[in-house]
Every structure is written in C-alpha cells, then in structure tokens.
C-alpha cells in the first residue's frame, strides 16, 4: 500500500524522569551531529550540536552521546518537563553544509 | 535573540501559479539554506546558498525553483509553477559558516498549499 507519512517511534515519559532518544545515522563520512526539536507549527529549533572528534558532549540538561563505531547517536534530557514534548530529530552533515535529518522521535512527557 | 523570520507564514496557490517566499536570515550569517517538510515526514535539503551563488542542490530542486538574494536582507525561494506536490512546509535556514560543524538556526516556516 502507499505510504501516507512515517510513523514515529514514541517515547512517553513521566515528567521529572530522564529521556533518552536515540538515532541511528547513515554516512560514516558525516563530521558533524546536531539535535533539533520541533513543536507542532513551528521550525526546528537546535538543542545541542557534536563534532565527529567528540564522543559526549554536555549542554543544560541535556548531553549528546556519539558512537561512531556504530553510527550512533543518542539525546539525554534530564528531569523531563511537560515542555520537552516535542518531535526531536537528529541531523547528520558532511563538511558542514546540507543537513540529512532522521525521521524523528515523539516525546511525550505525562505529568 | 537574532532569530530567521519567515514570510508569509501561510500561503494558499492554485497548481500553476508561482510563489514567492521570503526569508530574513540572521544577520551577521553567511549560508542560507531551504528545507521542505511534507506533511508528516522528515525535513528535507533544497539548497544552500553562499555568495551570491547555489554552493549546493537536491534532486527536489529542479528547474522549477530558483533562490535569489535580492538585498542584504533577504533571501527568496520561488517556485515558478506550483504543482500539488508542492504543499509542504518551507523552512529557511542560515548559519554564521560552514565547514564542519556551524549550526543552523531554522525560521518558523511558511506552510504552502497548492490546490
């Protein structure tokens, strides 16, 4: 059958919980990883960027983790608060230009 | 906050007729960028744009669309004759540089629909 759009994984959490969202990229070539979120209506908004000679990167309550032996990526957001729910994205890039992003995670935070 | 304005914020066109959509990128920024959203799915690359030329292009940027900077302001996306295919949300972008690792700051978007 036709495929009418994709259908995210989700990620429910309490509030006050950590979250960890995870992404697994395609380009072993890519240099450069970057979190997006997006709020229904709105344009990605960045969250926390790392470079391919990082393997963790902190940022406020949130750290990114690379794992480039096996093209992984993952977002870490401490203490969930009802305003982390969202979509997230990861986003790879080769050379700092285009972005390629992944299909997203929906995050939703219970209170 | 410096932050990528975005104009206009709804457009509605009918199949064959062109559009214009309007971008204010961060000012001190270099790199703009256009990204599509189709309702549902992921974001995806158009072009980018450094120096008054395309550094760069996806197949969805066919000879249809055209980006220009018409002042030191502004950076425009048209698409010479819309088709239905062509109802997306429309994000620009711009960064401070580029070569590994500037980030991208995204506008909020213009959600075109083509009837």
């Known amino acids: 059958g036709e495929s009418v759009g994709l259908h995210l994984p989700t990620l429910s959490v309490q509030e006050g919980d950590n979250s960890i969202i995870n992404c697994a990229y395609s380009?072993?070539?890519?240099?450069?990883f970057i979190w997006y979120k997006q709020e229904s209506g709105k344009g990605p908004q960045f969250i926390i960027d790392i470079r391919s000679n990082m393997d963790k990167r902190q940022g406020q309550r949130v750290t990114v983790l690379l794992n480039k032996t096996v093209k992984h990526l993952s977002l870490q957001i401490a203490a969930t608060q009802p305003g982390d729910s969202a979509v997230y994205f990861c986003?790879?890039?080769?050379?700092?230009?285009?972005?390629?992003f992944g299909a997203g995670t929906i995050l939703r935070v219970k209170s | 906050e410096p932050e990528v304005t975005q104009t206009p914020s709804h457009q509605v066109t009918q199949m064959g007729q062109e559009v214009i959509l309007r971008c204010v990128p961060i000012?001190?920024?270099?790199?703009f960028y256009w990204y599509r959203q189709i309702l549902g799915q992921k974001v995806e690359f158009l072009v980018s744009?450094?120096?008054?030329?395309?550094?760069?292009k996806s197949e969805i940027f066919d000879d249809q669309f055209s980006v220009e900077r018409p002042d030191g302001s502004n950076f425009t996306l048209k698409i010479r004759s819309t088709k239905l295919e062509d109802s997306a949300m429309y994000f620009c972008?711009?960064?401070?540089?580029?070569?590994?690792?500037?980030?991208?700051?995204f506008g909020p978007g213009t959600r075109l629909l083509v009837l």
């Open positions: 380009n072993s070539a890519s240099d450069y």
């Open positions: 000012s001190n920024h270099l790199y």
């Open positions: 744009f450094y120096n008054n030329e395309i550094s760069e």
């Open positions: 986003a790879e890039s080769q050379y700092g230009n285009k972005l390629v």
């Open positions: 972008a711009s960064s401070e540089g580029s070569g590994g690792g500037e980030t991208q700051y």
